[in-house]
């Protein structure tokens, strides 16, 4: 609770005035402003989120979707409050606020030898707003208690982590069944023209227009950053300089507190016109501290924020981890468009053209189509994509250098030695939602004590060999996930709603199989991105 009530502080201490407005990222929120995020009218630049909503377009129909009309006989205090308004809110010429309480209670039931009756204790909230014409915050902080399926529970106990929050409170000692956490995000952000933005927070990143990101997604926990970004006609610039975290990289000195570590990204995303977008990406991670406890601290030489980041890195001569990437969108029709990224880790072209498996050559990409209406059914949003990585993909010496935060990755949450292949539905009549989800992959784990990379957190000099590592493989695992969820939504602000939902995961291989079924029941809210479907 404590680090909760330090973000807030943080917040009031430093806002001093309104920019346009924050919209915070989930990707089924996201999905619900298809129509105007990929129509053939506009040229926005989907693939930087969260976004600051400083469209016309996209604020008129995020108003849109907050508001589903209630009539007479809902116009009471109290009924406003439930359905369609903050529970706190505000609005003056010259600031707005607005504060809600962010429950999120479940019940479910794993059907398995045991079974067993999971649950959800989440007490939260969030507030928000503008002062003045440039300055607008965010904030959101919750206390959890929960006890997971056996999958995710085994999870947790390997790393320590909640997925993509924090660290279990009980990570010391005999690992329990029950897990106790708290996770806060704050954001600053100050517009002073339409040609640039700052922003100050502790909260996550997305580069991307799929539901997975091989450049850097938020699947792992909040993080502290300052972003600065630009727009000058058709172009979009990001550069980005945060702090990561390493709970499990032992510490020289012996203190009580996780190993840092920093990192620097850059992202440019052009609209060529109103159907094709192009983004060319790099970054750079470094250690805080070296093995032999030597401070490094924050490379000034990785500041300049228009420079090329593996330019200065070579000029350096340091160790540190550079990763390129590219993107690349086209509205194919009127309501789908096509997507796709490239991230080069590390490469040797002569074993690349001689094919032959060669460690080092270190590569993963995405293919997508995402659109609404389908089949002319308005508001039936839909995803299928393609993510594929090969061996060793983002990992490095020692996870210090590695591409994750807080135990795990910053791009894709099954690390690397992979395939993929996943298709989402979601569909809102009214106040009624549905979801649904379908994974596929194909991955190789470690057999026989030997790396086949694809834990990231795993140095590659343990790997035995040098040629011969293809994708999947090792001890190939096929995988298998589904998900479905209907809900009734009470008040769209803060996405309070009724939602049932079930889940089935199966991870097959040579040695046997591990299969989970649950149904879940609650009462939920708020907007935030929890991934289990690893």
């Known amino acids: ?31 619900k402003l298809n129509r105007s995020l990929y129509s053939f009218d506009t040229r926005y630049h989907t693939s930087l989120k969260p976004v600051i909503g400083d469209d016309s377009t996209i604020v008129r129909q995020l108003d849109s979707l907050l508001f589903i009309g209630t009539g007479q006989a809902r116009s009471s205090w109290v009924t406003r409050k439930l359905f369609n308004e903050h529970l706190v809110e505000v609005n003056k010429q010259d600031y707005t606020f607005y504060l809600d309480f962010l429950p999120d209670f479940q019940i479910g039931r794993e059907f398995g030898k045991p079974a067993i009756t999971t649950w959800l204790n989440t007490r939260g909230f969030q507030f928000g707003g503008n002062i003045g014409k440039k300055f607008s915050f965010y904030s959101s902080g919750f206390e959890n208690q929960a006890r997971f399926n056996h999958y995710l529970n085994n999870y947790i106990n390997a790393k320590h982590v909640i997925p993509g929050m924090v660290n279990d409170k009980n990570r010391t000692g005999i690992p329990k069944n029950t897990k106790d956490w708290a996770y806060a995000t704050a954001v600053l952000n100050y517009t002073p023209n339409r040609y640039f933005s700052f922003t100050l927070g502790h909260d996550k990143n997305f580069i991307g227009d799929g539901y997975r990101s091989m450049l850097l997604s938020d699947v792992s926990a909040a993080y502290p950053f300052f972003r600065i970004t630009a727009t000058l006609g058709q172009v979009k610039y990001m550069a980005l300089w945060s702090q990561f975290q390493d709970p499990n990289e032992p510490i020289p000195s012996g203190d009580n507190v996780f190993r840092k570590k920093w990192g620097a990204f850059h992202y ?15 970054s750079i991670i470094w250690q805080d501290i070296d093995q032999n406890g030597t401070k490094r601290g924050f490379d000034v030489s990785y500041l300049n924020p228009v420079i090329f980041l593996r330019t200065v890195e070579g000029m350096n001569g340091s160790p540190d981890n550079a990763l390129l990437g590219f993107t690349a969108k086209y509205k194919l029709f009127r309501n789908g468009t096509v997507y796709g990224q490239l991230a080069l880790d590390e490469f040797t072209a002569k074993h690349v053209f001689k094919g032959d498996g060669y460690w080092a050559n270190k590569s993963g990409y995405q293919l997508g189509i995402k659109g609404f209406d389908a089949f002319k059914v308005r508001d039936l949003n839909y995803l299928i994509e ?80 040098n040629l011969g590592y293809k994708t999947a493989g090792g001890l190939k695992t096929n995988f298998y996930y589904g998900d479905a969820r209907i809900s009734y939504l009470f008040n769209p602000k803060y996405n309070l709603r009724l939602e049932l939902g079930g889940i089935l995961r199966t991870e097959t291989n040579s040695l046997g199989s591990d299969r989970t079924g649950q149904v879940t029941f609650g009462l939920r809210s708020t907007f935030r991105n929890t991934y289990q479907d690893f």
Not at 19 to 25: K, L, R, S, V
Not at 268 to 282: A, E, I, Q
Not at 423 to 442: C, E, H, M, P, T
């Open 1 to 31: 609770m404590k680090k909760i009530i330090l973000c807030s502080l943080f917040i009031f201490s430093v806002m001093a005035g309104k920019t346009q407005q924050i919209i915070p990222y989930s990707y089924y929120q996201y999905q």
């Open 268 to 282: 440019l995303d052009w609209n060529v016109n109103n159907r094709l977008s192009v983004g060319f990406f790099d």
């Open 386 to 465: 393609f993510n594929t990585a090969r061996p060793f993909t983002y990992s490095q010496r020692f996870s210090l250098l590695n591409y994750g935060n807080y135990a795990e990755a910053l791009a894709h949450p099954m690390g690397a030695n992979f395939r993929e292949f996943l298709s989402i539905w979601n569909y809102q009549k009214g106040r009624w939602g549905l979801y649904v989800q379908g994974n596929f992959a194909q991955y190789g784990l470690n057999v026989k004590g030997e790396n086949f990379g694809k834990d990231i957190n795993e140095s590659y000099n343990t790997r035995q060999r």
